[in-house]
Nanobody, 116 residues
Framework: QVQLVESGGGLVQAGGSLRLSCAAS????????VGWYRQAPGKQRVLVARITSAGSTNYADSVKGRFAISRDNAENTVYLQMNSLKPEDTAVYYCYSRTFTFTDYWGQGTQVTVSS
């Protein structure tokens, strides 16, 4: 069983920055993909950003140029740097990982609230 523990959420004013962290209980080299989803109240969970084992990244159009995903292989941690935050970025952010056999794991989520 894999555990993903997120941290770094909180309340920030519009235009501010936050960095989310996701610590995995095993080597992130064991995952084909790690990334972040978010879910706003009353809406579906949607992809924010992901990074593959080869280092390729994908971003939702709404966050391109503002968010950056990265990973620290030695620390088994994935980060999401969020800059120029907007009220519409308010959501619960979930870390996820997918193994090479297509098993998905999810963190418990961390709340990000952006005030206007």
């Amino acid at each position: 069983q894999v555990q993903l523990v997120e941290s770094g959420g909180g309340l920030v004013q519009a235009g501010g920055s936050l960095r989310l962290s996701c610590a995995a209980s095993r080597s992130i080299f064991s995952f084909s993909t790690v990334g972040w989803y978010r879910q706003a109240p009353g809406k579906q969970r949607v992809l924010v950003a992901r990074i593959t084992s080869a280092g390729s990244t994908n971003y939702a159009d709404s966050v391109k140029g503002r968010f950056a995903i990265s990973r620290d292989n030695a620390e088994n941690t994935v980060y999401l740097q969020m800059n120029s935050l907007k009220p519409e970025d308010t959501a619960v952010y979930y870390c996820y990982s997918r193994t090479f056999t297509f098993t998905d794991y999810w963190g418990q989520g961390t709340q990000v609230t952006v005030s206007s």
